[in-house]
């Protein structure tokens, strides 16, 4: 849709012109998974899929959110009776914003916000992120707050924790909030430092393909939720504050004192390499040696796989038909048990490997997978 389609489809709703119309993208993780509970590193990019709203402010107390994605009519809420509840519909999102806001002391009275996305949503691809920033960033240029992007990430995040009441960790709100065109973002989850990678795919003669699988297996909230524990589990048995403080090369002589919990062994090892993979990545990105990343994927996939025990017969599909198909690298991305995984690939075998793929897929009997190129591109902004 474009910017004047929705400003049109503004005036319709609300019959009054939108101030201004913003944007902030998905993202997919190029490495660094589970890490984040954990102190570490991350390394996500935005994706061009975005959510774009259009928004008005009012002065009455009201909030009127509507979704062209969704069906119905505009919901209407009054800000200062906004308080977290369990039984949340896609509202939340925005509605928990507005919430996060007005507890961190900004004076937001009200907003006309109507919205779209072309993020693919529960895909591991962070629709619920793209649809909390584009809402903060409008309200918070609108309102003159000047919040500055990692700290609308921290307030973005704080709306999806405790009024939606999803627990993530900074990675999603940050990537769509802080991400530049054709860079990774390299964030330390500890201290939020962060810094921007060069990625830019398409100079190099390669592609990244995100595939979505289309599955979503149900018991991933428990399965999260265990891992969480695990983790914790193994910082306190190994007396650090998280997992982050064991060094790489101090991890033989930790799983060593972790004697036999054969299981937090394996959350710990996962965690303590995979920061290590992140390292690796940003060294050799920043080296110029794209390709070479390739391997430190693969490593990560079967991490995931083997120790942290997150990925599904679907992923693992994925991962291993890239790979016989000529991909450079490939790992399953985000929190596992379904979703999307990424496949990095010369130009020139995208389309044999997403053939590979597809065919894969049915031979399986699995519900056909949707596949695109993702190009590292801009955080949230203003577009008109
Ligand atoms: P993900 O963030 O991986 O896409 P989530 O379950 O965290 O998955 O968030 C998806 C939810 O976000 C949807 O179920 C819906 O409630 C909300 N959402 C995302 N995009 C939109 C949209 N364009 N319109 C309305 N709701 C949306
Ligand atoms: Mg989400």
Known sequence: MSIAE???????????????????????????????????????????????????????????????????GAVELRVDELAPRSDQDWTAYPAGVVWALREAGHA?????????????????????????????????????????GPQLALLCRRAENEYVGAPTGIMDQTASACCTDGHALFLDTRDLAQRQIPFDLAAEGMRLLVVDTRVKHSHSNGEYGKRRAGCEKGAALLGVDALRDVAYDELDAALER???????????????????????????????????????LNEGHV???????ISCPELDL?????????????????????GSAIVLAEAADVDTITKAVEEAFAAAGF????????????????LG
Do not use: C, Q
């Not at 949707?370 to 902004?381: D, K, L, N």
């Open 6 to 72: 929705l400003a049109e489809r503004f005036e319709e709703l609300y019959a009054r012109a939108p101030e201004g119309v913003w944007a902030a993208p998905g993202r997919v993780n190029l490495i660094g998974e589970h890490t984040d509970y954990n102190d570490g590193f991350v390394m996500p990019f935005a994706l061009p899929h975005t959510t774009v709203a259009a928004v008005a402010r009012r002065e009455d107390g009201v909030l009127r959110l509507h979704s062209a994605d969704v069906e119905g």
């Open 108 to 148: 937001v009275t009200g907003a006309d916000i109507h919205l779209t996305s072309t993020v693919p949503t529960g895909a591991g691809l962070s629709s619920s992120a793209a649809l909390e920033v584009v809402t903060a960033l409008a309200l918070d240029e609108l309102y003159g707050l000047g919040i500055e």
């Open 258 to 296: 972790l004697g036999d919990e054969e299981e937090v062994r394996r959350l710990v090892r996962h965690i303590v390499t995979e920061n290590h993979r992140v390292e690796r990545v940003v060294s050799l990105l920043k080296a110029g040696d794209t390709r070479a990343i390739g391997p430190v």
């Open 303 to 309: 991490s995931l796989r083997d120790d942290f025990r």
């Open 318 to 338: 994925v991962v291993d038909t890239a790979l016989a198909a000529g991909a450079v690298g490939a790992r399953m991305t985000g929190g596992g048990f379904g």
């Open 367 to 382: 519900k056909a997978p949707r596949s695109f190129t993702a190009v590292p591109s801009a955080g949230a902004r203003r």
